[in-house]
């Protein structure tokens, strides 16, 4: 597939992260142009790809509304509008049954998960939209397919991650978008193996493993797929 992407705008969101900077490296190795996205601009110089030509940091707090879309559509009429978008951002958080988890907790859950996703959405569709063509990939959960112990408000959010991706899915099937979502299970990041210690990462889902999903979804293969939960599951 090397140079797959070549012509075509990626965005990702969430992309100092840990596995943000492996689809970032993933599309870089395919010739995409990058627009990478985080809070963070010292994160985002260090995430960077060294193989991607044409790499555009963008230092940006997604839960502020008006200045993502001022932003985004700014970026959208320099670089000739955004082909796709990998919504990565989010986060994590889990300990406590559902009737003692604070309102903190369960804001934050929404927060990292389903406002910057919503903010992300209503700065790139448009342009999506104008140009008739883009493919749009959120990310959702594996455990949220159902909900899980102690993890409720994480579920919650990524449950609505979900119903997102399908609704939208089908308000723009029909004007040249893919919208889809992909449910991993445990990805194998350097957090994961510091927090489980004694589990066997062989079994959980390697980034570079994922990114192929994410590129996947990405590409011309996936025109006909619209409104999937995909799951990536490893041997967890």
Avoid at 37 to 54: C, E, R, T
Avoid at 115 to 140: D, S
Avoid at 178 to 192: Q, Y
Wanted: hydrophobic share 45%; aromatic share 4%; net charge negative.
């Amino acid at each position: 597939m090397s140079g797959s992407f070549a012509g075509k705008t990626v965005m990702i969101t969430g992309a100092a992260g840990a596995f943000g900077r492996h689809l970032s490296q993933a599309f870089a190795a395919e010739g995409a142009r990058l627009v990478l996205v985080d809070v963070s601009a010292p994160a985002l110089h260090a995430a960077a790809p060294q193989n991607g030509k044409n790499v555009k940091l963008l230092e940006l707090d997604l839960l502020e509304e008006k200045t993502v879309r001022d932003v985004i559509t700014k970026l959208q009429s320099e670089v000739g509008g955004i082909d796709v978008l990998c919504a990565v951002a989010g986060g994590f958080h889990m300990g406590e049954p559902v009737h003692e988890i604070s309102s903190d907790a369960w804001k934050l859950m929404d927060d990292l998960n389903v406002q910057t996703l919503l903010n992300t959405l209503r700065a790139v569709a448009p342009g999506m939209e104008a140009a008739g063509a883009g493919k749009i990939i959120t990310m959702g959960a594996n455990s949220a397919l159902t909900g899980v112990p102690l993890m409720g408000a994480y579920c919650a959010s990524k449950a609505q991650v979900m119903r997102i991706t399908e609704s939208l899915s089908g308000e723009l099937r029909k004007k040249g978008i893919n919208v889809n979502c992909v449910l991993p299970t445990i990805i194998d990041t350097p957090a994961n193996r510091n927090v489980m210690p004694n589990a066997d990462p062989a079994h959980w889902i390697a980034p570079e493993d994922l990114a192929e999903v994410f590129k996947f979804l990405a590409s011309n293969a996936a025109n006909a797929v619209h409104g999937a939960l995909v799951p990536v599951a490893g041997l967890s």
